[in-house]
T-cell receptor
Framework: EDKVVQSPLSLVVHEGDTVTLNCSYE??????LLWYKQEKKAPTFLFML????IEKKSGRLSSILDKKELFSILNITATQTGDSAVYLC?????????????FGSGTRLLVRP | KAGVTQTPRYLIKTRGQQVTLSCSPI?????VSWYQQTPGQGLQFLFE???????NKGNFPGRFSGRQFSNSRSEMNVSTLELGDSALYLC??????????????FGPGTRLTVL
């Protein structure tokens, strides 16, 4: 059965710290791995990774995928209180005649001032 | 470009009733996927529509159904509501092009409470 596992489940840090969030997966017909940030309601898209070893970067956030070891990490440097959210990892796979996302349970990050 | 919109944002229903939720995708997007999010189960895939056709369905009972209109707007319906249907229902829109990986963009969700 397809599985996406995120760790840690929750994390409390202080502003300025660097955090690393982990996502491992066992998914057949892998096509992509996506990271989302969910604050109050809608998950907002952060990154999509399809190729191994290529880092995606956006400001203080970066992510990399290892397709051989089946995991991805999301790094946040110089954290700010506005980074407090649940971070969701999702793996996109071909399924039947389409493509669907399988989500992990999320990592809840709290950044204290 | 306007984002994904969902209506209503909040709903309170009682057991046995039915409910219809609506989703308008980003302009130009032809695929709409629906997800149920609960604290215990996380985000679970309900179904996906593309060009008015259901392309895929997750493991939910037949009480959950949906449809898509020619303008790509989608509705999902839940009949005979149960307490366990209380959840945040999210829709996500994407281009739906199967030639490559497809990024899904989420709407704000509809919070359904079943009493």
């Amino acid at each position: 059965e397809d599985k996406v596992v995120q760790s840690p489940l929750s994390l409390v840090v202080h502003e300025g710290d660097t955090v690393t969030l982990n996502c491992s997966y066992e998914v057949t017909n892998f096509r992509s791995l996506l990271w989302y940030k969910q604050e109050k309601k809608a998950p907002t898209f952060l990154f999509m990774l399809t190729s191994s070893g290529i880092e995606k970067k956006s400001g203080r956030l970066s992510s990399i995928l290892d397709k051989k070891e089946l995991f991805s990490i999301l790094n946040i440097t110089a954290t700010q209180t506005g980074d407090s959210a649940v971070y969701l990892c999702a793996v996109g796979r071909w399924w039947r005649s389409s493509y669907k996302l399988i989500f992990g349970s999320g990592t809840r990050l709290l950044v204290r001032p | 470009k306007a984002g994904v919109t969902q209506t209503p944002r909040y709903l309170i229903k009682t057991r046995g009733q039915q409910v219809t939720l609506s989703c308008s995708p980003i302009s130009g997007h032809r695929s709409v996927s629906w997800y149920q999010q609960t604290p215990g189960q996380g985000l679970q895939f309900l179904f996906e529509y593309f060009s008015e056709t259901q392309r895929n369905k997750g493991n939910f009972p037949g009480r959950f159904s949906g449809r898509q209109f020619s303008n790509s707007r989608s509705e999902m319906n839940v009949s005979t509501l149960e307490l366990g249907d209380s959840a945040l229902y999210l829709c996500a829109s994407s281009l739906g092009d199967l030639s490559g990986p497809d990024t899904q963009y989420f709407g704000p969700g509809t919070r359904l409470t079943v009493l």
